[in-house]
Every structure is written in C-alpha cells, then in structure tokens.
C-alpha cells in the first residue's frame, strides 16, 4: 500500500487546522503533511490532509467549492464576528417572520463579493491581519469576488438562525452571517460552523482524530485515484512510466483532455498530465 494519499478529518472543535496536521505528524511519522482549507479553531467538520507526495495536489484542492451548516446569533456582534470573541454590540431583534426569511435567500444567493473579515487570516504586507488586528493596528482589506451556490434556511429558535450554504473557495461565513443579519435588520455573530463537505467529498467519509493511530492511519488513507475519480484514467507501461517519469511526452491514441491522472501498471498514481495533438504531457509527477 501507498504511504502517500489524503486522510479525511472529522476536525473538532477548540483546536487549530494546524493543530491536526501536527497530530497526524506524531500518528503517521510523515512530517510531509498539508490541509486544503484551514478551519476556525471553534469550528468542527471535514478537513482534507494531504499526506506525503500528495502534498503536491494540495493546491488543486484548495479550488474546490464548500458547504457549511452554520449557526448565527442574532443580536449580538463579536470583534471577531464568531462566538470566540468579545461582544461589541448587542440589540434586541425585530420580530423576523417566515416571509422575511423566504425574501433574503434570493439575496444571498445574489452576492458576488466579501471582504474577509479582519480576523481572518489573509495576509497584508506579509502579516496576518488578525495579528493587526489584535494588535488593534487599522486593518482595511478589499473586496474579493465569491459566489454563494446554494443557500437554506434550516430553523430560526431563540434569535439564533441555522443555515446552510454552499460556497465557492475564499467565502467567510463569519462575514456571511454578519450579512444575512444585517439583511434582516439587526446584527449576528456566527456560533456554531461545521463544514460537512469539500467538492464532491462528504464528511460522512471522514475519521474522527482520536480514532486513528499509528497502527490504523494506513486504513483511512485514500488514494488520489478517489479523490481525483472525475478524471480520466492513463495507465502506462513500464517502458512508458520511464519516460513520464522523465518528464517527456508520450504518444498516446486518446483524445485532447486539459488534465489526467495517470496510473501505473497496479493502479498506483504515479502523477497528473494533459493530453494535446495525441501526446500526453507531464504536468506533475510523483518519483
């Protein structure tokens, strides 16, 4: 079996992203390890860990799209604009009736930008604008662009309104909680976030972080073959995995495809290319 693949993390709670690739360290032995999309420390759900040569592939999972299920605190609005921090406002609510939240869905479903909040973690002249922002420096970030691909309202109970929203990459709930109150007429602060899928990739495959071990972790390694199983598959022959590995193209008689996984002999992933003019070329590969 592969030492190398991606592990599927049910993260929880009051621990950094980091937290866990630092576990998993310990658990595998491998030190070559890496997320595709940190997770608030206060927030639980599914973390993908790229673990030894499929480090290389983190990038091309960062692009994925994201569902959450979320919580938002009506009246009340955090520093932080999560539960974590301190309260710097606090409201009573309107009344909000099943009508007002019927007529902001198509609304958020509407919203093309967000600037991230100012506790987040994009970085401003090399510094993490939540180290400015803690140390209460003037943090102005600019608008980036987002799409909110599917949006629902799950229950409104005690001025607290659970969501779900699939998102495309870069979106802040934090900030998208403090929209949907704000279009309510008040101010909110998010207090619960699960993230419950990645892409095509559901958080009922992953493992909790206490149920692995350095004797079980190779069990819930997944090969890239899974992760990647939309693309089409290029087997090679020894000869020919000589020469991928080389870095040269390969005749092939398939047609032109803008990307590949390719599979060795006994159905490993031995890297990624591209197929043009009846050639497959290299785009990464694992030697």
């Known amino acids: 079996m592969s030492d190398f693949g991606v592990i599927l993390i049910d993260k929880p709670p009051n621990i950094t992203s980091f937290d866990v690739v630092r576990k998993l360290r310990k658990i595998t032995?491998?030190?070559?390890?890496?997320?595709?999309?940190?997770?608030?420390?206060?927030?639980?759900?599914?973390?993908?860990?790229?673990?030894?040569?499929?480090?290389?592939?983190?990038?091309?999972?960062?692009?994925?799209?994201?569902?959450?299920?979320?919580?938002?605190?009506?009246g009340i609005q955090t520093c932080t604009?999560?539960?974590?921090?301190?309260?710097?406002?606090?409201?009573?609510?309107?009344?909000?009736?099943?009508?007002?939240?019927?007529?902001?869905?198509?609304?958020?479903?509407?919203i093309t930008s967000q600037i991230p909040h100012k506790f987040s973690a994009v970085k401003i002249n090399g510094k993490r604008a939540?180290?400015?922002?803690?140390?209460?420096?003037?943090?102005?970030?600019?608008?980036?662009?987002?799409?909110?691909l599917d949006f629902s309202i799950k229950k409104i109970e005690n001025n607290k309104l659970t969501y779900k929203?699939?998102?495309?990459?870069?979106?802040?709930?934090?900030?998208?909680s403090e929209t949907i109150a704000e279009?309510?007429?008040?101010?909110?602060?998010?207090?619960?976030?699960?993230?419950?899928?990645?892409?095509?990739?559901?958080?009922?495959?992953?493992?909790?972080?206490?149920d692995l071990n350095s004797s079980n972790w190779k069990e819930h390694l997944i090969p890239l073959t899974q992760i990647f199983?939309?693309?089409?598959?290029?087997?090679?022959?020894?000869?020919?995995?000589?020469?991928?590995?080389?870095?040269?193209?390969?005749q092939i008689t398939l047609n032109d495809e803008d990307e590949v996984i390719v599979l060795d002999n006994v159905n490993d992933c031995v890297g990624f290319g591209y197929i043009k003019n009846g050639y497959l070329k290299p785009k990464i590969v694992f030697i």
């Open 229 to 250: 199983s939309s693309l089409t598959k290029v087997y090679l022959d020894p000869e020919q995995m000589k020469f991928f590995r080389n870095g040269c193209d390969i």
């Open 81 to 110: 604009g999560d539960i974590t921090g301190e309260i710097i406002k606090q409201e009573e609510p309107p009344k909000i009736t099943k009508e007002d939240l019927n007529n902001i869905i198509p609304e958020i479903i509407k």
């Open 29 to 74: 032995g491998i030190k070559k390890i890496g997320h595709t999309g940190t997770l608030d420390p206060f927030a639980t759900g599914l973390m993908q860990l790229c673990i030894g040569k499929a480090t290389r592939v983190v990038s091309k999972l960062t692009e994925n799209d994201k569902t959450y299920l979320a919580t938002c605190q009506l």
């Open 130 to 148: 939540y180290e400015l922002a803690r140390q209460k420096k003037d943090v102005v970030l600019q608008s980036r662009p987002i799409k909110i």
């Open 165 to 176: 929203a699939h998102v495309s990459k870069g979106t802040y709930i934090r900030v998208l």
């Open 183 to 210: 279009k309510l007429g008040t101010i909110g602060t998010t207090i619960t976030l699960r993230r419950t899928k990645i892409g095509k990739i559901d958080l009922n495959k992953a493992v909790k972080l206490e």
